[in-house]
Nanobody
Framework: QVQLVESGGGLVQPGGSLRLSCAAT????????MGWYRQAPGKQRELVAE???????TYADPAKDRFTISRENANNTVYLQMASLKPDDTAVYYCNADLWAGSPMRRANVWGQGTQVTVSS
């Protein structure tokens, strides 16, 4: 069974930085795309950033110029480096992966359990 294990959330002051990590574990053949989404209280889950196996990057407007997504294909891990954090960035951040896994192998879309990021003074 494939799991996405996230880490790195926490409390940070406005203007601070955090790095989130997400490792995909299980019987994985390949990962097409990995990304980060977030959901603030009372709001819908939204895309933050995603990266394909070929390193094509997509950023939502709030993340541009402040956040950087990267991945290590060998370790099936994706990172989100966040800088210049604002209170509006407060949310639960979820890792997501589009991948081939299992036996028999099949395509799946998997979510992590979420990690809380709180930006407050």
């Amino acid at each position: 069974q494939v799991q996405l294990v996230e880490s790195g959330g926490g409390l940070v002051q406005p203007g601070g930085s955090l790095r989130l990590s997400c490792a995909a574990t299980g019987n994985i053949l390949s990962i097409n795309r990995m990304g980060w989404y977030r959901q603030a209280p009372g709001k819908q889950r939204e895309l933050v950033a995603e990266i394909t196996r070929g390193n094509r990057l997509t950023y939502a407007d709030p993340a541009k110029d402040r956040f950087t997504i990267s991945r290590e294909n060998a370790n099936n891990t994706v990172y989100l480096q966040m800088a210049s954090l604002k209170p509006d960035d407060t949310a639960v951040y979820y890792c997501n992966a589009d991948l081939w896994a299992g036996s028999p192998m099949r395509r799946a879309n998997v979510w992590g359990q979420g990690t809380q990021v709180t930006v407050s003074s």
